[in-house]
C-alpha cells in the first residue's frame, strides 16, 4: 500500500545516544500541493557556468547567510538551515521518529522524495533571496572534467555562508571524487541500463543513481555530508542532489525511459514546509514530471555517461 503522509507535529525522540531528529517546529494543520503557475519556470544551473555569475553567486550566499540568521534568531522556524538539516535527519537516519519506518534511502523513494526536498527547500532560497525565479546551482560531478570533481569554489570560500569547516580536505575530496565516479562507472551502473527498477529503485532495493556516483559524493566530501544526520547541514548537499536530481531527469528522457505504474510508489505522501512556512502534503505523482509540476528544468551539459565509449 502506498505510505504516508506523516504527521510532522507527532515526533517521539529517541534515547540518547541515537541523534535526535525531530523538528522543532509548531505544529500546523497541512495543506496539499498544488502547481503554482505564477511561479515562473526557473532553470537550475550548472555550478561551473555561474562562476561569472556575481549577481547569482551573491544571492545564493545571502540565501544561505539568512538561513543560518534565522536558525539563531527563530529556532522554530522551519526555514532555517537546521531545521532544514532535521527534516533529512528524520526521514533518512535510524531511528524513525515519524511513527512508521520511513526511510528515504535504499528503496524507489530515494529519487522522488530528495527531489520534493530539494523543491521546498528552493522555494525557502527564493523566498530568503526575494527573488521568485531563484534556483539552485547544480554540482556536475558526473562531468568528465576533472575541475567537476572538485568542491565546487563557491562551496570552498571561508568567508561564505556556503561555507563549512566541517569536510575533508580540498585535495582528498577531488582525488577520491574522481577515482570513484569515472565516466564508465557511470555508464556501466546507470547510462546503459534500461530497466527501471535497477536506475530508480524497487519498494526494497535501491537503484544505482542512489549507489554510484551520489554515495561516492557523500562519503568523499566527508564529515557532516558523510552522516545522513548531519548531511543537510551542510549547503552544499542541496547542489550534490539537485545533481543526482538531473541525472534522473537525464536518464529518464533516453529513449522515452518512464516511471513506475505502481499505485504504492505513485500515491504515497511526504510532508514538507514551504517558502511561508507552512506544512505541505505532496505525492510522488506530483513531482515525476518536474517542468510541468515544480516548474524548474535543467541547463544542458554534456552527459558523456549516456553513451558507451568509442
Ligand atoms: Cu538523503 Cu544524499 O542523502
Known amino acids: 500500500a502506498p505510505i504516508g503522509p506523516p504527521d510532522l507535529s ?3 525522540a529517541p534515547r540518547p ?3 535526535n531528529c525531530c523538528l522543532r517546529v509548531p505544529s500546523s494543520r497541512p495543506s496539499a500541493f498544488a502547481i503554482n503557475s505564477s511561479t515562473p519556470l526557473r532553470t537550475r544551473r550548472a ?8 549577481r547569482y553567486l551573491a544571492r545564493l550566499n545571502a540565501a544561505y547567510a539568512r538561513l543560518r540568521r534565522l536558525e539563531r534568531e527563530a529556532p522554530n522556524d522551519p526555514r ?14 535510524r531511528p524513525f521518529v515519524y511513527g512508521r519506518q520511513y ?31 531563484f534556483a539552485l546551482p547544480f554540482w556536475n560531478w558526473d562531468s568528465d572534467a576533472a575541475a567537476q570533481k572538485a568542491l565546487p569554489s563557491p562551496y570552498a570560500n571561508t568567508t561564505s555562508a556556503l561555507y563549512t569547516a ?26 546503459s541500463l534500461t530497466r527501471l527498477d535497477d536506475v530508480i529503485g524497487t519498494a526494497t532495493a ?59 510508489f505513485r500515491n504515497s505522501r511526504f510532508a514538507f514546509y514551504d517558502e511561508n512556512g507552512n506544512a505541505k502534503i505532496i505525492a510522488v505523482s506530483d513531482v515525476l514530471d518536474h517542468r510541468t509540476s515544480l516548474r524548474y528544468v535543467y541547463e544542458n551539459v554534456p552527459n558523456s555517461w549516456t553513451t558507451a565509449r568509442r
Open 10 to 12: 507527532t515526533c517521539t
Open 17 to 19: 545516544p541515537l541523534p
Open 47 to 54: 555550478l561551473q557556468n555561474v562562476l561569472q555569475d556575481a
Open 80 to 93: 532555517g538551515l537546521e531545521q532544514q538539516r532535521l527534516l533529512h535527519c528524520a526521514f533518512c537516519e
Open 103 to 133: 526511510n528515504m534511502h535504499g528503496n524507489w523513494f530515494f529519487a522522488p522524495w530528495h527531489r520534493m526536498l530539494l523543491y521546498y527547500h528552493e522555494r525557502i532560497l527564493a523566498w530568503a533571496t526575494g527573488d521568485v525565479s
Open 166 to 191: 566541517r569536510r575533508s580536505a580540498a585535495a582528498a575530496i577531488q582525488a577520491y571524487i574522481q577515482n570513484e565516479i569515472t565516466r564508465d562507472a557511470l555508464f556501466g551502473a546507470i547510462g
Open 206 to 264: 535501491a537503484g544505482n543513481l542512489e549507489g554510484t556516483g551520489h554515495n561516492a559524493v557523500h562519503i568523499g566530501v566527508g564529515r557532516d555530508m558523510a552522516d545522513l544526520a548531519w548531511a543537510g547541514y551542510d549547503p552544499v548537499f542541496y547542489a550534490h542532489h539537485a545533481n543526482v536530481d538531473r541525472m534522473w531527469s537525464v536518464w529518464r528522457q533516453l529513449r522515452g525511459r518512464g516511471d513506475p505504474t505502481s499505485a504504492d
